[in-house]
T-cell receptor, first 113, second 116 residues
Framework: GDSVTQMEGPVTLSEEAFLTINCTYT??????LFWYVQYPGEGLQLLLK?????DKGSNKGFEATYRKETTSFHLEKGSVQVSDSAVYFC????????????FGSGTRLSIRP | GAVVSQHPSWVICKSGTSVKIECRSL??????MFWYRQFPKQSLMLMAT?????????EQGVEKDKFLINHASLTLSTLTVTSAHPEDSSFYIC????????????FGPGTRLTVL
């Protein structure tokens, strides 16, 4: 069945470092891909999404490109801030079911000042 | 922005009792809401899809008589864990799909259930 695999955390970086969180997926057809973020004490928020191959989603300095050839949707940011500390979830919505979201296990990111 | 609340944020109960968790969309209408369960260091797993005015659709392996879902209005869905047991202890998260934005789900902060 459809699934999402993302790198295990926790990931600890210094402020202004470059961030990559890897995410790969298994799915039939053409799923939509998402990154969600959960800040401490808050609900999940949609960070960015891409709905077809080669699309790039971006928001708040974060970017991810839908790579069908490598079935990947890696999250990147050029210069992280302390306020980016959170748990990041990669997710997909199967082509056959626009309502259903399948999540990865989440990656906890901590940024040191 | 769209806000979803859950109540309570945490609950501790004795084995054999029932617990109700509420999920509300505060500033938008949501015909469809979703209930997820998350175990420590694991993915969110979809339990069921809740549609206002109709029966919920449960994912394979989820006991519908164990996890009762009611979606009586466009802003409220409830999940009742009946005859709870320690293995039901988990983090329960709801989301709501705004009627005006069919491809986006807004998530609540979650409810931590501990069954003693």
């Amino acid at each position: 069945g459809d699934s999402v695999t993302q790198m295990e955390g926790p990931v600890t970086l210094s402020e202004e470092a470059f961030l990559t969180i890897n995410c790969t997926y298994t799915a039939t057809g053409y799923p939509s891909l998402f990154w969600y973020v959960q800040y401490p004490g808050e609900g999940l928020q949609l960070l960015l999404k891409a709905t077809k191959a080669d699309d790039k989603g971006s928001n708040k300095g974060f970017e991810a490109t839908y790579r069908k050839e490598t079935t990947s949707f890696h999250l990147e940011k050029g210069s992280v801030q302390v306020s980016d500390s959170a748990v990041y979830f990669c997710a997909l919505s199967p082509y056959s079911s626009a309502s259903k979201i399948i999540f990865g296990s989440g990656t906890r990111l901590s940024i040191r000042p | 922005g769209a806000v979803v609340s859950q109540h309570p944020s945490w609950v501790i109960c004795k084995s054999g009792t029932s617990v109700k968790i509420e999920c509300r969309s505060l500033d938008f209408q949501a015909t469809t809401m979703f209930w997820y369960r998350q175990f420590p260091k694991q993915s969110l797993m979809l339990m069921a899809t809740s549609n206002e005015g109709s029966k919920a659709t449960y994912e394979q392996g989820v006991e519908k008589d164990k996890f009762l879902i009611n979606h009586a209005s466009l802003t409220l869905s409830t999940l009742t864990v009946t005859s709870a047991h320690p293995e039901d202890s988990s983090f329960y998260i709801c989301s709501a799909r705004a009627d005006r934005e069919a491809d986006t789900q807004y998530f609540g902060p979650g409810t931590r259930l501990t069954v003693l």
